[in-house]
C-alpha cells in the first residue's frame, strides 16, 4: 500500500497525541513501512526537525532496536549520555539490555542486562556491569586532576515455579561486585548501606515435609572495611518432629508417653574470607574455616493441668571446628600472643528442662466515656532448667595488661560456629508477655448495629521481659534482662518497635563484676538497645477503580510481555508514580545503641547510630506530580542524601525531571519518551537513576 500525508504512532487515541507526519510512505502489510522524509508533531504542531527517511516495525511482539540515551550534567563526572544502548530479543524466552553511560571526562559504564522467563517454569535476571571512573578533584588534597577506579558488580535473582518441580526449589539473589562500585554510581541511594550480601539455595522435601535438605552458597560483604566473606557450600539436613511410641493406628485417647517427640537439625559449614584491597588466591587457604553444628531436641507434652501446661525438654548439641586458638600475656613485648592449631576440635552441650506457660485475662469496663474497656492478657513462663559444664577445658585464663586483671576467654572464638559458654547452668527461667487492648466508642459508625458500635484498638500487641537465676552459681546468678515491645497506633497507622537489654551488675574494665546495681537503687546499665518507627500516610484514590480495572490490554503485545512488565512495577515500586493517588508520603527513624568489648579487652566502645529517612509524592495537577526522598544522619546533623523529581503524565508519552542537589555526585537530568501502552493508564515510571 502508498500513502500520501501519512501518519504514524503509538498512541491509541484519534487524533494522536504525537505522530511522525510523511509526506510518502510506502507499507508492506504485517512486515514494515518505509517512508521519506518525516515531521514529528505533538498535539499537532510539527517540530523543527525533519527526518530524512523512516523504518517503522509493523511485526506484533518484542522488537530488538536502540534504545534512546538521557542527557545528564554532573559536577564530578561532566557531561554524558546515560542509558545508551541496544534491546535484543533472542527468543521467546530470552532477552538482552545492554547500556552504557558515557561522560565528558572521560568515565564510562557498561551494564549487559539479560533477562529469562519460561511460564510455570522459572523467572530470572542477571546483570553484570562494568564501571571505569574518572572523577574531577575539587577538593585540593589530592595533586591529580582526577581519580581514577575501575570496579565490577554482579547481580543475578533467580526463582523456580513451585508447580515445575512439587518438594524441589532454587532459588538466586545475588548482589557482590567491588566494595568502591555502589559510592561511585550518582544519585545512588545504596551509599549509606555497607552491607552487600548473596544467596543461591537449592532445597529438597520428601516424605511429606519429614526429612528437609537444602544446599547454599552464601556471600557477605563491607564496603566500609573492605572485608568479603565467602561461604561455599552450607549444608543443612533437618527432621521434623518424629514420636516413636505413637501408634500407627489411633484407637481411643492417646497414652501420655506417646507425644514424646524427638527431631533433628544439622549443618555444615565451609568459610574464606579476604580483602579485595589486597586480594591473594594463595592466601585463601589461611582463612578458610569449615564447622557443623548438630542438635538433637527431645520434648514430651504432658496433659493439661488445669490452666497450666507442662513441657519437659531433652537438648543434645555438638559443634565441630577446625581450629582452635590459645592467647597468652607476652611479659616481654606486653602484648596478648595468639597461636592458632589447626585440625579437627568437637565441643557438646547438653541440657535439660521443663517449662510451664499459662495465660491470664484481666478486663476494667467503664460505664461513662468513650472507652468502654481495658482488656490485659499476660502470658507468663517459667522453666527449670539444668545445663552441666562441658566446656570448661575450652576456657582459659588470660590476663590483657600488666594489672593482676584477668578474664576467661574461649579457645574456639574467632570459628565460623560459635562457641558454646562455659559453666553448668542450675536455675529458673522468666518469661513474662503482655498485651493490652482497650474497647472504645466507634464514632464513624452510623448503622446503629450494635456489633459496629464499639471499635477494638491494640495499645500494645506485644511487651516480653526475659531473665534467668542460676542457682547453683558461686557469683553472678543473674543473666541479663531483654525487653521488647512492638505496638501499631493511630489505627495501625504508626509501627513502633524497640527492644533493649539491661545487664544488672557493675563493670570494672570490661570484666563483670559480682555486684548488683539493685542495692544501689538502680535498675541496672544498658548494654544494647534500639527503637524503630514507620509509618505512611496517602489519600483517597481519584476514582474507584482497582489497578487491575485501569489496565487496558494492548493488542500490540503479547500476553507473556504484559505480564512481564505488570511484574517489573510489582518488583520495582519505587521507581513508579501513581496519578490515581493524589499525595502519599512514607517516613521512618531509626535509633540505636550498641556497647561492643575493645580489643584490647579493657575498655567498651559505645555506638550511636540513628537516621530519619523521608519519601512521597504529591500532585500539582492532575497531570502533573512532585516529589522526592531524603536522607538525614541524626547523630552527625547531616543530609546525607535529597533526591527531588517532577513528572508530566502524557498518555502514551511521559516526562521526568530529576535533581539531586545534596549528595556525594550531585546531578540533573531531564527524560522524555513514550511508554508503553499497557501502563497509559496505571503508573507512569520516574526513571531516577539511582542502582537498585
Wanted: hydrophobic share 35%; with cysteine.
Amino acid at each position: 500500500m502508498f500513502a500520501k500525508d501519512a501518519r504514524f504512532t503509538t498512541c491509541n487515541l484519534d487524533p494522536p497525541h504525537f505522530d511522525f507526519h510523511a509526506f510518502k510512505m510506502k507499507m508492506i502489510t504485517g512486515k514494515l513501512a518505509v517512508s521519506g522524509p518525516a515531521i514529528p508533531e505533538f498535539e499537532g504542531v510539527p517540530m523543527p526537525i525533519v527526518i530524512p527517511f523512516g523504518i517503522y516495525p509493523l511485526t506484533r511482539g518484542r522488537h530488538s532496536g536502540f534504545l534512546p540515551p538521557t542527557f545528564e550534567q554532573n559536577s564530578g563526572y561532566g557531561l554524558g549520555f546515560n542509558g545508551l544502548g541496544y534491546y535484543k530479543v533472542i527468543n521467546d524466552y530470552w532477552d538482552v539490555t545492554t547500556r552504557a553511560n558515557i561522560y565528558s571526562y572521560g568515565g564510562y559504564m557498561i551494564s549487559v542486562n539479560p533477562n529469562y522467563y519460561k511460564r510455570y517454569k522459572y523467572r530470572g535476571s542477571l546483570n553484570l556491569q562494568y564501571q571505569f571512573t574518572k572523577i574531577l578533584n575539587t577538593s585540593g588534597i589530592s595533586r591529580d586532576e582526577y581519580t581514577k577506579s575501575t570496579t565490577v558488580h554482579i547481580g543475578w535473582s533467580h526463582s523456580m515455579d513451585s508447580k515445575a518441580r512439587p518438594g524441589v526449589s532454587f532459588s538466586a539473589n545475588v548482589n557482590a561486585g567491588s566494595t568502591k562500585y555502589n559510592s561511585y554510581l550518582t544519585n545512588n541511594l545504596q551509599n549509606i548501606q555497607n552491607q552487600m550480601s548473596s544467596s543461591i539455595t537449592w532445597a529438597k522435601t520428601w516424605d511429606e515435609g519429614k526429612y528437609n535438605l537444602s544446599l547454599a552458597a552464601n556471600h557477605n560483604q563491607n564496603n566500609n572495611t573492605h572485608l568479603i566473606n565467602v561461604q561455599l557450600p552450607t549444608a543443612n539436613f533437618s527432621m521434623a518432629t518424629v514420636n516413636p511410641f505413637q501408634k500407627k493406628e489411633q484407637v481411643g485417647k492417646p497414652k501420655w508417653y506417646e507425644n514424646l517427640g524427638i527431631s533433628y537439625n544439622g549443618t555444615l559449614m565451609n568459610q574464606f574470607s579476604f580483602y579485595d584491597t589486597a586480594f591473594s588466591a594463595s592466601q585463601l587457604k589461611d582463612t578458610m574455616l569449615w564447622g557443623a553444628q548438630h542438635q538433637i531436641p527431645i520434648t514430651l507434652t504432658l496433659p493439661a493441668l488445669g490452666p497450666l501446661l507442662f513441657t519437659p525438654s531433652i537438648s543434645y548439641s555438638q559443634n565441630w571446628y577446625s581450629r582452635k586458638m590459645d592467647r597468652h600475656w607476652n611479659e616481654d613485648s606486653l602484648v596478648i600472643d595468639t597461636t592458632i592449631s589447626r585440625g579437627f576440635f568437637a565441643a557438646q552441650q547438653m541440657s535439660f528442662g521443663i517449662s510451664m506457660n499459662t495465660r491470664i485475662f484481666g478486663t476494667v469496663n467503664f460505664k461513662k466515656g468513650k472507652i468502654k474497656a481495658i482488656r490485659h492478657e499476660i502470658r507468663p513462663t517459667i522453666s527449670l532448667s539444668y545445663q552441666p559444664d562441658m566446656n570448661g577445658q575450652n576456657y582459659q585464663t588470660l590476663q590483657t595488661d600488666t594489672s593482676t586483671r584477668r578474664m576467661r576467654v574461649s579457645k574456639f572464638e574467632g570459628n565460623i560456629v560459635g562457641a558454646f559458654g562455659e559453666g553448668s547452668f542450675g536455675g529458673i527461667n522468666f518469661g513474662l508477655d503482655n498485651i493490652l487492648q482497650m474497647k472504645k466508642v466507634n464514632d464513624k459508625d452510623t448503622t446503629g448495629d450494635p456489633e459496629n458500635a464499639t471499635k477494638k484498638v491494640n495499645l500494645i500487641d506485644g511487651l516480653s521481659i526475659n531473665t534467668s537465676y542460676n542457682m547453683i552459681a558461686d557469683t553472678l546468678k543473674w543473666s541479663p534482662v531483654s525487653i521488647s515491645m512492638r505496638t501499631a497506633l493511630f489505627d495501625n497507622k504508626m509501627n513502633v518497635n524497640a527492644s533493649m537489654t539491661i545487664d544488672q551488675y557493675e563493670y570494672d574494665r570490661g570484666v563483670r563484676v559480682n555486684k548488683l546495681l539493685w542495692k544501689e537503687g538502680k535498675i541496672g546499665s544498658i548494654t544494647s538497645g534500639n527503637i524503630s518507627m514507620s509509618t505512611s500516610f496517602s489519600s483517597k484514590k481519584a476514582d474507584n477503580r482497582s489497578d487491575q480495572q485501569r489496565i487496558e490490554p494492548d493488542p500490540n503485545m503479547p500476553y507473556d510481555q504484559q505480564q512481564r512488565q505488570l511484574q517489573y512495577v510489582r518488583d520495582n515500586p519505587a521507581e513508579f508514580v501513581d496519578f490515581n493517588i493524589p499525595w502519599n508520603l512514607q517516613a521512618s527513624f531509626a535509633l540505636g545503641f550498641y556497647r561492643t568489648l575493645a580489643p584490647d579487652y579493657n575498655s567498651y566502645i559505645h555506638q550511636v547510630t540513628s537516621s530519619l529517612n523521608l519519601n512521597g509524592d504529591f500532585s500539582l495537577t492532575p497531570k502533573w506530580k512532585a516529589g522526592g526522598s531524603i536522607y538525614f544522619d541524626v547523630g552527625s546533623q547531616e543530609v546525607r542524601m535529597l533526591s527531588l523529581f517532577l513528572t508530566r503524565e502524557m498518555h502514551c508519552w511521559q516526562m521526568s525531571i530529576n535533581v539531586s542537589p545534596i549528595g556525594r555526585f550531585k546531578s540533573f537530568s531531564i527524560i522524555l519518551n513514550p511508554k508503553s501502552g499497557i501502563l497509559r493508564d496505571l503508573k507512569i515510571n520516574r526513571s531516577r537513576s539511582f542502582y537498585n
